[in-house]
């Protein structure tokens, strides 16, 4: 179940905050677990027994490292191994088999394993916990119940953002509700939908055309690289909004996944902006471990292309995300070793980021890194196409509105007008109205049409 | 202040989840002009399956309270706030609404021409039928290039059904329309526009144009298909039919039905499409016996549905008028029912048809 559905926001939102309010104290987490469970099921029935084994074993393998200081390394590596197993198993395995038989010739069956949703957030997430239970980070949690609800909870279940359990530990437990929490859960949330719904999906239509066009043109192939930023950003950010808007509703407080990306002026900002939730996962369980940049060049080098890597390779499990992640990887390393880099004019360095961005991007869309070849060679004007052309010109137009619009919603100047207006009197009077406005345009555009892909679904 | 605007909002989401679950079930869109879905039934295969979920949400979506003021405060957003120039496809330019038909497939109009071909071949080779082509353009012909709209590469069109066709006639009959015959909320031509068309058809046929028509308004609550998709307020039509004394004698006989029927319809102006008031709208095979006719030939129209319209004007000379429409019935089954022998035979095909060709027969 996606949160920009019909049968979400008006069956199952519904249908689970009013048990959650009405149920004991003590029962809250069995009804997040229960209503968890059936929104995982309501789009993959028969993973529910892969999740709840997940749920099992990080328990079982807390428990352990909490309670044996002898093997407590043991069942740390144990659960490492069972979660990258997991996601060896059924989000790699075939990318592997398929490199390996490249490689050696060697023809092997592919297992053609369908992605459980989310397994990729669910895995970081448990992986999350059963380290810092053997750092002594956090205790091992004893109630079943209130771990199963950690690892399932449904509003960062499948797109995050990437929850510690570290972090949310003292609310699982206890956490308090508010009137002040749930008014801005569900301001959250809507504003979330909007972005998903108004603005990110539209681009996806866009995406779309742009891929059946009978009139390809340069200007297109960037209209279409543009579109596919602002597309990924306001999916992904949106959901994110949705995740910890409904977080609030319920009493926790999740950490911030984006902060304005495509304001950075350098790379290494654009990841302190981007999925903020995964880099700093990556940071602190795989580049630190490994020494960060507490080793010599060398090992720093290869702890850097590691982690970026790694990063590429949970966004996919193809080679556009390995080359994708090594890109990021490069222009890290460069803006490490040129550190003059910075201190160019700031509307050079904004234009170099979202070049880059841009690029990444298209890579990091293309179905095959032929294909992502062939739509950058098309952006330079390498391919032969005409600059223009008018079907071009008529995408351009209909989407005029929604890119400058959107490229506005991209950088703080809403958030600065919002909080400027808000106190004042109109501020009073347009806040609920545009509340109310994004509720129901949410809701046109999902009834007139079922176009909402959501892009995070894969990873 | 604050809380009253959440709380406005949850009683807005409250009243809307309330009318989701309990209102009762519809069974028709008029304005999409199709059953709604309902609520599927439950069991335990369907739902390990997944398809109840995929059934549910259909169901959600298409039984949601003010179903269709959602779609056109949707429309309305995305053309008036968001400049969009389409809605679902769909745009309206000078008050007409017309799909974006493009670009050409070709590989669809080749399926119709293949489809056309083995007529040819099976039927009509060997026989001294003469045989006429005509292409029907939708309105996208005469909206879309002026204001800037994509198109389908029509010229390759047209010189693809030529090419595809070399054993039949080609008329053309582009230069007798304008985006004026046609309706502003539906894909069709108004027959009351036709007869310069049906001129051009009868010269070219070599039989005497259409003569002592008039136009009699019969509806003017139409609504066309493009209304109901594009979900934007637009006003109602009227629908006229082209009568002549001699048409008040001719019967229509239903090979379907095996019953005998009227050339207009008129109960089907209260129906899901009033333009079923034509030869009653979509049939498999139809014909027309003309008892007035001035001659004995006989003419056989493939066609779809522009065909219903234009039918009635070209009958005059002919004893019969039969109207095939191999959407419905099998172009392998035409034996049953037809000889071929010295007909006229006239391919009448839309543009829109061409182009989506995979429900012919």
Same mark, same amino acid.
């Given at each position: 179940? +996606? ?18 309010? $009405?149920?004991? *104290? ?11 469970? +059936?929104?995982?099921? =309501? ?26 200081? *002898? ?61 810092? +239970? ?15 609800? !950690? &690892? ?33 859960? +569900? ?18 239509? $866009? ?25 990924? !950003? ?51 369980? &795989? !580049? ?25 390779? =949970? ?37 170099? /980021?979202? $070049?880059? /961005?841009?690029?990444?991007? &298209? ?31 008529? !995408? ?18 809403? *958030?600065?007008?919002?909080? =400027? ?18 509720? $129901? ?19 | ?29 008029? #304005? ?51 400049? %969009? ?44 039928? %003469? ?46 329309? #304008? ?183």
């Amino acid at each position: 179940m +996606v949160f920009s559905s019909i049968p979400f926001l008006y069956y199952f939102l519904p249908a689970v905050i009013l048990c959650y309010f $009405l149920s004991p *104290k003590k029962r809250k987490n069995t009804v997040l677990l229960l209503f968890s469970l +059936v929104f995982y099921a =309501w789009g993959e029935p028969k993973y529910v027994i892969l999740m709840v084994a997940t749920i099992l074993s990080f328990y079982l393998c807390g428990l352990a490292i909490g309670k044996s200081e *002898k093997y407590k390394r043991f069942f740390l590596i144990l659960s490492v191994v069972i979660g990258v197993g997991l996601l060896g198993i059924f989000k790699y395995a075939d990318f592997f088999i398929s490199g390996f038989s490249a490689a050696t010739g060697i023809s092997m069956p592919l297992l053609r394993l369908a992605l459980p949703v989310g397994i990729s957030f669910y895995t970081f997430q448990s992986l999350s916990y059963t380290i810092d +239970v053997y750092r002594g980070n956090v205790p091992a949690q004893r109630n079943l119940v209130t771990f199963g609800a !950690y &690892v399932t909870l449904f509003p960062q279940l499948i797109a995050g953002p990437i929850v510690r359990y570290v972090d949310v530990a003292r609310e699982l437990e206890s956490r308090s509700h508010s009137w002040d929490g749930v008014s801005e859960g +569900v301001r959250r949330f809507l504003v979330g939908l909007g972005k998903k719904i108004l603005i990110a999906d539209q681009f996806a239509l $866009l995406i779309q055309n742009f891929r059946q066009a009978q009139e390809p043109s340069v200007l297109f192939y960037w209209m279409y690289a543009i579109g596919f930023m602002l597309n990924i !950003y306001f999916d992904f950010s949106g959901y994110s909004d949705m995740a910890i808007g409904l977080g609030r509703i319920f009493g926790f407080h999740f950490v911030e996944n984006f902060n304005y990306p495509y304001i950075s002026r350098s790379v290494t900002e654009f990841w302190r902006r981007w999925h903020m939730s995964l880099g700093s996962w990556f940071r602190d369980y &795989v !580049y630190i471990p490994m020494g960060g940049n507490r080793v010599n060049k060398l090992r720093w080098t290869v702890n850097i292309f590691t982690v970026w890597m790694f990063t590429g390779l =949970w966004h996919g499990a193809a080679w556009n995300f390995v080359l994708w992640g090594l890109m990021f990887g490069v222009l890290l390393m460069i803006e490490k070793i040129l550190p003059f880099l910075q201190k160019l004019p700031a509307a050079l360095r904004h234009i170099y /980021v979202l $070049l880059a /961005v841009c690029i990444s991007f &298209v890579l990091f869309n293309a179905e095959s890194i032929a294909q992502a070849g062939d739509d950058l060679t098309a952006m330079f004007g390498f391919d032969g196409l005409p600059a223009v052309t008018g079907e071009t010109l008529y !995408y351009l137009r209909s989407f005029a509105v929604l890119f400058v619009l959107s490229v506005l919603g991209a950088t703080p100047f809403v *958030k600065k007008a919002a909080n =400027w207006l808000l106190p004042t009197r109109a501020g009073t009077v347009l806040e609920p109205l545009g509340l109310i406005a994004l509720l $129901l345009l949410c809701t046109g555009y999902l009834v007139d049409g079922s176009f909402s892909p959501f892009l995070y679904f894969r990873f | 202040m604050k809380k009253i605007g959440v709380i406005t909002v949850i009683f807005l989401w409250v009243a809307l989840t309330a009318f989701a679950w309990f209102a009762p079930s519809k069974d028709m869109s008029q #304005s999409e002009r199709r059953p709604l879905k309902q609520f599927p039934e439950i069991s335990v295969e369907d739902v390990l399956k997944g398809s109840f979920m995929e059934k549910f949400e259909g169901y959600a979506l298409d039984q949601f309270p003010l179903r269709d003021n959602f779609r056109t405060l949707k429309s309305l957003f995305s053309y008036k706030l968001l400049g %969009k120039i389409d809605n679902n496809g769909i745009y309206i330019a000078d008050g007409y609404a017309a799909k974006l038909e493009y670009p050409l497939n070709a590989a669809s109009v080749n399926n119709a021409l293949k489809k056309f071909d083995y007529i040819y071949t099976t039927y009509l080779q060997n026989t001294d039928c %003469k045989i006429y082509s005509v292409v029907i353009p939708d309105k996208g012909y005469y909206l879309a290039p002026p204001k800037g709209y994509p198109t389908m590469d029509y010229s390759q069109l047209f010189n693809q059904m030529a090419k595809g066709m070399p054993w039949a006639k080609q008329v053309d009959i582009t230069g007798s329309l #304008s985006v004026t015959d046609y309706y502003r909320t539906d894909t069709h031509w108004r027959q009351e526009k036709l007869l310069d068309t049906a001129n051009i058809l009868c010269d070219a046929m070599g039989i005497f144009r259409p003569e002592g028509y008039t136009p009699t308004l019969v509806s003017q609550e139409f609504r066309g298909v493009y209304y109901g998709q594009a979900a934007l307020p637009m006003g109602e039509e009227e629908i006229y039919v082209m009568e002549n004394p001699a048409l008040a004698d001719c019967r229509v006989y239903n090979y379907e039905t095996g019953k005998y029927c009227s050339i207009y319809d008129l109960e089907k102006l209260s129906g899901n499409d009033p333009y079923d008031v034509y030869l009653s709208g979509a049939q498999a095979l139809l014909r027309i016996e003309n008892p007035n006719a001035k001659t004995e030939r006989e003419l056989v129209i493939f066609r779809d549905s522009f065909g219903s319209a234009l039918a009635p004007l070209l009958l005059q000379d002919y004893k019969t008028v039969t109207l095939v429409d191999i959407r419905y019935v099998s172009s392998q089954l035409l034996s049953n029912f037809l000889t071929f022998q010295n007909q006229d035979v006239l391919f009448a095909y839309s543009t829109l048809i061409l182009n989506n060709s995979a429900t012919l027969k």
